[in-house]
T-cell receptor, first 114, second 113 residues
Framework: NAGVTQTPKFQVLKTGQSMTLQCAQD?????MSWYRQDPGMGLRLIHY???????DQGEVPNGYNVSRSTTEDFPLRLLSAAPSQTSVYFC?????????????FGAGSRLTVL | GESVGLHLPTLSVQEGDNSIINCAYS??????FIWYKQESGKGPQFIID?????DKRQGQRVTVLLNKTVKHLSLQIAATQPGDSAVYFC????????????FGKGITLSVRP
């Protein structure tokens, strides 16, 4: 099993550009989520989904959009990138419809916004 | 909301010694706790978890202790190895129907040869 796959691993954007971080899991997990990790800030929840067609905001949702058209995929969109969005992004999934279970993380996507 | 904190940002131990990583939480109703390990350049990986009906749980070379009275948990690593060098996070979903995992800021464990 591949687990949680994130692409791209690295990306450099200019301020105002848009892009999509891809996340796919092959574990048939209902719950998927996006976190950002910044030095000294730990992991902060951006958006999450408890199943296909259902998404909701986490702790730091501003500047990001998500959709969940299939169980497997949960892309994260930056519509107009800002330097404050420079971070490492992790996609994570778990069984069940709750965010209270053990999460399986992807390897991360490092984004730099100039 | 739930807050989870690790006591010290860095910990340096000699190879072969035991390591103890501490974590405090704020919500006395929290009933489930998870420890993650994050190696450089990788995503966090599950190490061990514990529910509030237990005080101690052991895995392979790792033990988690939970003290609900003082809202504290610790991760003990026996015979620390170079491969244990990583950032360690404690996490808890807190309580409530819409609870989500809240992570501590992480502590960096460095193993000296």
């Amino acid at each position: 099993n591949a687990g949680v796959t994130q692409t791209p691993k690295f990306q450099v954007l200019k301020t105002g550009q848009s892009m999509t971080l891809q996340c796919a899991q092959d574990m048939n997990h209902e719950y998927m989520s996006w976190y950002r990790q910044d030095p000294g800030m730990g992991l902060r929840l951006i958006h999450y989904s408890v199943g296909a067609g259902i998404t909701d905001q986490g702790e730091v949702p501003n500047g990001y959009n998500v959709s969940r058209s299939t169980t497997e995929d949960f892309p994260l969109r930056l519509l107009s990138a800002a330097p404050s969005q420079t971070s490492v992004y992790f996609c994570a999934s778990s069984y069940g419809h709750s965010g209270a279970n053990v999460l399986t993380f992807g390897a991360g996507s490092r984004l730099t916004v100039l | 909301g739930e807050s989870v904190g690790l006591h010290l940002p860095t910990l340096s131990v000699q190879e072969g010694d035991n390591s103890i990583i501490n974590c405090a939480y704020s919500n006395s109703a929290s009933d489930y706790f998870i420890w993650y390990k994050q190696e450089s350049g990788k995503g966090p990986q599950f190490i061990i978890d514990i529910r509030s009906n237990m005080d101690k749980r052991q895995g392979q070379r790792v033990t988690v202790l939970l003290n609900k009275t003082v809202k504290h948990l610790s991760l003990q690593i026996a015979a620390t190895q170079p491969g244990d060098s990583a950032v360690y996070f404690c996490a808890t979903p807190g309580t409530g129907a819409n609870s989500k995992l809240t992570f501590g800021k992480g502590i960096t464990l460095s193993v000296r040869p």
